[in-house]
């Protein structure tokens, strides 16, 4: 499976935009690069994948590089309820399964 | 948005004792299914996929007689941890998928604690 590096740990505050850096620089063609979170005792949520392009929804933006070995997943504007770990995660359809292989995610830290 | 459901959200069993877990997707049908285990402060850690009418795939390391796994229709897939021991307590959680690239729905997670 191809891996992500994200930073253990990254702090906020709230109402401030939030870049969550990650690197993939052994992603193939077949890869697409997924986000999710996960609060506390809970399951993860799915916040924005993307292939090639920029994404954008109501939660979240997704920022590829050119040569997709690296993205940003932007939270505009934080919010105490943004505090969780964040998982980039490559997801190869090219596999007869696809599934996702988490990897150690950045805990988020948001201040009132 | 897409559901999926897992029951109990918590179990409490003795050790030697069996445990059912369920993961249902309430409003699609899930060609696939995915089960996780997560120790605390620690990432989830895949354990096995399971296609409807066919025998799951595990990862490596994971033994397929302890953690049984059926996914008799397109919306349940179980997970049942045989002869239970405290070493196996942990949190479990299923995740769905429609097929694709898209993405995936998880369950809420059942935290088992075993004695």
């Known amino acids: 499976d191809a891996k992500t590096t994200q930073p253990n740990s990254m702090e906020s505050n709230e109402e401030e935009p939030v870049h969550l850096p990650c690197n993939h620089s052994?992603?193939?063609?077949?890869?697409?690069i997924h986000w999710y979170r996960q609060l506390p005792s809970q399951g993860p949520e799915y916040v924005i994948h993307?292939?090639?392009s920029n994404v954008n929804n109501r939660m979240a933006s997704l920022a590829i590089a050119e040569d997709r070995k690296s993205s940003t997943l932007i939270l505009h504007r934080a919010t105490l309820r943004d505090a969780a770990v964040y998982y980039c995660?490559?997801?190869?359809?090219?596999?007869?399964?696809?599934?996702?292989?988490f990897g150690t995610g950045t805990r988020l830290l948001v201040s009132p | 948005g897409a559901v999926v459901s897992q029951h109990p959200s918590r179990v409490i069993c003795k050790s030697g004792t069996s445990v059912k877990i369920e993961c249902r997707s309430l409003?699609?049908?899930?060609?696939?299914m995915f089960w996780y285990r997560q120790f605390p402060k620690q990432s989830l850690m895949l354990m096995a996929t399971?296609?409807?009418?066919?025998?799951?795939?595990?990862e490596q390391g994971v033994e397929k007689d302890k953690f049984l796994i059926n996914h008799a229709s397109l919306t349940l897939s179980t997970l049942t941890v045989t002869s239970a021991h405290p070493e196996d307590s942990s949190f479990y959680i299923c995740?769905?998928?429609?097929?694709?690239?898209?993405?995936?729905?998880f369950g809420s997670g059942t935290q088992l604690s075993v004695l």
């Open positions: 995740s769905a998928s429609k097929g694709g690239p898209e993405k995936l729905f």
């Open positions: 052994t992603i193939s063609g077949t890869d697409y």
């Open positions: 993307g292939l090639t």
């Open positions: 995660i490559l997801r190869d359809v090219g596999t007869g399964f696809q599934k996702l292989v």
């Open positions: 409003d699609f049908q899930a060609t696939t």
């Open positions: 399971s296609n409807e009418g066919s025998k799951a795939t595990y």
